[in-house]
């Protein structure tokens, strides 16, 4: 007789831990809520809140003021994770985030990754680094030759901006020693991450792995030009799955979700959010 009521393959992954930081929600909780109730995050900007690359933008009908603000990415507990404020400031907001994120996945769980016995993988994307472009080399004087090899302060700069070494800062930050690594599928990015992290687990590479994205563009206070026959939704809404739906339009933010192999997280008697029943990668 079969006591256990739930059908466990071997091939089913938990989902035990969960963190995201997104517009209009600090957290899944607060997500969760807004997703229930139909609550749009997305902000309506007035001109004296925008920073448009060109002021006559501003008088053109065609451009839209809109956008997803996530606030607060300027905050950061650097002396948490043992940087000093002016590493702090060279590192783009977009890693940032996601280490905060990946921390509250795990306290989410119920974890301390410095302390775990087992090996925890790593497996994230970041979109286009415009913090390095807009603001660190505008700002801080450098000259646009520059290889950012020349010096030990340069390599630094280098590392603290590369999207290569957003999971492996993490993996070294939290002591994770599993497999780290970096995802670039473009907009799929998150999820053949998490694709990625389940193979990973099934593969035994790994006991847990964090798998997530994250997508921050500064400045955040700008609109955009609509065109006919592109993405851009010409009034800056974005009705997915809907059939007034007309166009979408770029966000900010990150998430972060823990998985590991649904026989060993009932065992372990974790918190499962969700259960992974297959995933695919065409």
Same mark, same amino acid.
């Given at each position: 007789?079969?006591?256990?009521?739930?059908?466990?393959?071997?091939?089913?992954?938990?989902?035990?831990?969960?963190?995201?930081?997104?517009?209009?929600?600090?957290?899944?909780?607060?997500?969760?809520?807004?997703?229930?109730?139909?609550?749009?995050?997305?902000?309506?900007?007035?001109?004296?809140?925008?920073?448009?690359?060109?002021?006559?933008?501003?008088?053109?009908?065609?451009?839209?003021?809109?956008?997803?603000?996530?606030?607060?990415?300027?905050?950061?507990?650097?002396?948490?994770?043992?940087?000093?404020?002016?590493?702090?400031?060279?590192?783009?907001?977009?890693?940032?985030?996601?280490?905060?994120?990946?921390?509250?996945?795990?306290?989410?769980?119920?974890?301390?990754? /410095?302390?775990?016995?087992? %090996?925890? *993988?790593?497996?994230? &994307?970041?979109?286009?680094?415009?913090? +390095?472009? !807009?603001? =660190?080399?505008?700002?801080?004087?450098?000259?646009?030759?520059?290889?950012?090899?020349?010096?030990?302060?340069?390599?630094?700069?280098?590392?603290?901006?590369?999207?290569?070494?957003?999971?492996?800062?993490?993996?070294?930050?939290?002591?994770?020693?599993?497999?780290?690594?970096?995802?670039?599928?473009?907009?799929?990015?998150?999820?053949?991450?998490?694709?990625?992290?389940?193979?990973?687990?099934?593969?035994?590479?790994?006991?847990?792995?964090?798998?997530?994205?994250?997508?921050?563009?500064?400045?955040?206070?700008?609109?955009?030009?609509?065109?006919?026959?592109?993405?851009?939704?010409?009034?800056?809404?974005?009705?997915?799955?809907?059939? /007034?739906?007309?166009?979408? %339009?770029? *966000?900010?933010?990150? &998430?972060?979700?823990?998985?590991?192999? +649904?026989? !060993?997280? =009932?065992?372990?008697?974790?918190?499962?959010?969700?259960?992974?029943?297959?995933?695919?990668?065409?």
């Amino acid at each position: 007789m079969n006591k256990n009521p739930v059908d466990i393959r071997e091939a089913d992954i938990a989902v035990i831990g969960m963190s995201c930081r997104l517009p209009g929600a600090n957290n899944i909780n607060t997500f969760w809520q807004n997703l229930k109730n139909g609550v749009e995050s997305i902000s309506v900007l007035k001109d004296e809140q925008l920073n448009a690359a060109d002021p006559a933008l501003l008088d053109n009908v065609n451009y839209v003021k809109a956008g997803a603000i996530l606030p607060d990415i300027d905050k950061f507990d650097a002396s948490f994770f043992g940087y000093s404020p002016k590493e702090a400031k060279m590192i783009d907001p977009q890693q940032r985030l996601f280490l905060e994120c990946a921390w509250e996945a795990f306290e989410d769980a119920g974890y301390a990754p /410095q302390s775990y016995d087992g %090996l925890i *993988g790593i497996y994230a &994307g970041s979109g286009m680094n415009t913090y +390095l472009i !807009n603001n =660190i080399l505008t700002n801080q004087g450098f000259s646009t030759y520059r290889t950012f090899l020349e010096s030990g302060s340069a390599l630094q700069l280098r590392l603290a901006n590369g999207a290569d070494y957003m999971p492996s800062r993490v993996s070294y930050k939290l002591n994770l020693r599993g497999p780290s690594v970096n995802v670039q599928a473009a907009c799929s990015s998150s999820l053949v991450a998490v694709h990625m992290a389940v193979q990973s687990l099934l593969s035994g590479e790994c006991d847990m792995a964090l798998a997530g994205g994250v997508s921050i563009t500064v400045p955040q206070n700008t609109g955009y030009l609509y065109q006919e026959g592109m993405i851009c939704s010409p009034d800056g809404h974005c009705r997915a799955f809907d059939a /007034q739906a007309k166009g979408t %339009l770029f *966000g900010n933010g990150g &998430g972060i979700v823990l998985l590991k192999l +649904l026989q !060993n997280a =009932i065992e372990d008697k974790d918190h499962i959010h969700a259960v992974i029943k297959g995933s695919a990668v065409n």
